[in-house]
């Protein structure tokens, strides 16, 4: 049980954790924080959090756990708002999809890393943003990956392990580089592509007709392009060397498919496609929704 909980930005993220925790009666308070008053109104309006500060120092004030829920860009700016009034048994963790570029943010915020700091990113989302967006089974049977380094304290990681286990998530342990990795190829890649491929389709001459004549297809695979741009430039920055190299790998596979197909290569073609879709159907076998 948490006694009482203060998740600083109650947006999807972090009113999704708030309305899961919720549901199981896991916190005795939940207390919201973010800059603007109407979005924490409606968050209380909503039963998402029981009371809210607009002064993140305010806002952490007794709490057991401070869940930083906020954009990648705003990490550093609230760690140090935090930082004079934390309870000095608080645990702190958070939710950013970039694992390195928070910690460097907490050291150099605290100085060093802090034993009761849990560098944490729950792999669930959808592309809308805000209180409005969020619901409570967001992370059931989700993953969420905890990336503790030497300093952290067995007891923290535990404390954060029981809460998301009590969102409904499936908690795993990972490396912090390995996450940064793993997620610049799987997350963070197929979003760059999605807004290269619909902004490149949308400066052409035809875009009307080329998006007139989109099928199911198309809006599959771009989904994700709708997603808020501010948080997803934050995470580019953020992962930025990650990125870059997986980036380059792509790059050179693509040119080779290019080439393929100025050749008229149908076997390399054929080899590439069947290969991926093995890949595909042994992961994610079809008929199964996820
Ligand atoms: P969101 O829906 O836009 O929510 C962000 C929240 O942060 C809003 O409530 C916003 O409210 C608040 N906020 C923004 N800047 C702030 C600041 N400087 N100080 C205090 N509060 C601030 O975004 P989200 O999708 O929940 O993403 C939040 C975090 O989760 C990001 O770090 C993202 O990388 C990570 N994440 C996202 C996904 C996903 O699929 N969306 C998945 C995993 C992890 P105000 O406008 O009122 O300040």
Redesign the pocket.
């Known amino acids: 049980m948490i006694k009482r909980l203060c998740v ?7 009113g999704s954790l708030a309305r899961s925790l919720r549901r199981v009666q896991y916190c005795g308070e939940i207390v919201g ?4 008053r109407e ?1 924490l109104e409606r968050a209380r309006e909503m039963g998402v959090i029981d009371r809210f500060e607009t002064d ?1 120092a305010a806002a952490v004030k007794g709490c057991d756990v401070v869940v930083l ?4 860009g ?1 990490m550093r ?2 760690l140090k708002r935090i930082k004079p009034k934390l309870a000095a048994d608080a645990i702190v963790t958070d ?3 970039a694992k390195r570029d928070v910690l460097d943010a907490v050291a150099e915020v605290f100085g060093e890393v802090p034993p009761w700091f849990v560098p944490g ?2 792999v ?3 592309e809308r ?3 409005d ?1 969020s619901f409570p089974s967001l992370y059931d049977d989700r993953p969420v990956v905890l990336t503790p380094v030497a300093v952290t304290a067995p007891a923290a990681v535990r404390v954060v392990s029981d809460m998301w286990e009590n969102a409904g998530a499936r908690v795993s342990v990972m490396d912090l580089q390995r996450h940064d990795e793993v997620l610049a190829a799987t997350s963070h890649l197929p979003h760059v592509l999605a807004y290269t491929l619909v902004d490149t389709l949308a400066r052409m001459d035809q875009s009307e007709a080329i998006f007139d004549f989109a099928a199911g297809g198309f809006r599959d695979f771009t989904r994700i392009a709708a997603s ?1 741009p501010a ?1 997803w430039r934050d ?1 580019c920055v953020a992962n930025s060397d990650a990125i870059v190299q997986v980036l380059e790998v792509f790059q050179g596979h693509l040119e080779e498919i290019r080439q393929a197909i100025a050749e008229g290569d149908e076997q390399r073609l054929e080899t590439v496609f069947t290969r991926a879709k093995g890949a595909r159907d042994r992961r994610f076998p079809p008929g199964r929704q996820s």
């Open positions: 600083i930005g109650v947006g999807l993220i972090g924080c973010s800059r603007h979005h993140p829920a906020v954009p990648m705003a700016e609230v939710v950013g999809s990113h729950p669930a989302g959808t943003s805000g209180v967006a808020d948080m995470i």
